[in-house]
């Protein structure tokens, strides 16, 4: 994590430094970038979506114990012809933080269950129109990073290893911590052959202590 955060710092203008999330989510999606041209013979555009959490995000007044999810997704696009020339790990990551950043002030102005129908409708049907491209590939990620499961105790004892359910599905990615912290666990859900293609990626090898 530290060498994929150095990598991605050193050539990211000003001095903002990307999270742990924005630079795995970063990784992932040029591998994935990267197999979808191995595919087709050409860069492809892509869509990624981010599950985003909206308690405290939004003006209105939520309770700290209220129950069920309240998010709404970021969303990030590759347009292929206009990003052709940046295809480079730190293009990503920006990418990803410009679609989060995006989520953030839009989130900002949500001060009535009216803001908050109109925001939620407005994104899935943006959702829905680039899941039905059929010229362009969706990616779903979803991160239950800094969220204290291993703190959990059901009376006997802390997990060892704690894992989510992921659906059956394609283009399905879930981030989890690892036990000291420090890391994340990406749990990757592709095609077999889309599979096949990613773990031979050098990014992912190189990151991933397959070098």
């Known amino acids: 994590m530290s060498k994929l955060k150095a990598v991605v710092s050193a050539n990211i203008n000003g001095s903002r430094q990307p999270t742990r999330v924005e630079v795995v989510t970063a990784l992932l999606w040029k591998a ?10 050409r860069l492809r555009p892509s869509f990624l979506v981010h599950s985003f959490n909206l308690r405290g995000k939004t003006a209105m007044s939520v309770p700290d114990n209220s129950c069920g999810n309240f998010t709404n997704p970021a969303i990030a696009r590759f347009t292929a012809d206009d990003d052709e020339n940046k295809v480079e790990l730190h293009h990503f990551v920006d990418r990803v933080h410009d679609g989060i950043r995006k989520r953030v002030t839009d989130s900002a102005k949500i001060s009535s269950d009216d803001d908050l129908f109109s925001s939620v409708v407005n994104t899935k049907t943006e959702m829905i129109e680039a899941f039905h491209r059929s010229d362009a590939d969706f990616y779903m990620f979803n991160s239950w990073c800094r969220m204290p499961v291993y703190e959990v105790d059901f009376g006997w004892g802390n997990p ?4 989510a359910v992921v659906v059956p599905g394609h283009n399905m990615f879930h981030f989890m911590d690892t036990k000291d912290g420090d890391g994340i666990e990406a749990w990757v859900s592709l095609e077999e052959d889309d599979m ?6 050098p990014d992912i090898k190189a990151f991933t202590g397959q070098e």
Do not use: P
């Open 160 to 163: 060892g290893w704690f894992s």
């Open 32 to 41: 994935l970038t990267m197999v979808a041209r191995a595919k087709h013979g």
């Open 196 to 201: 096949l293609l990613f773990q031979e990626n």
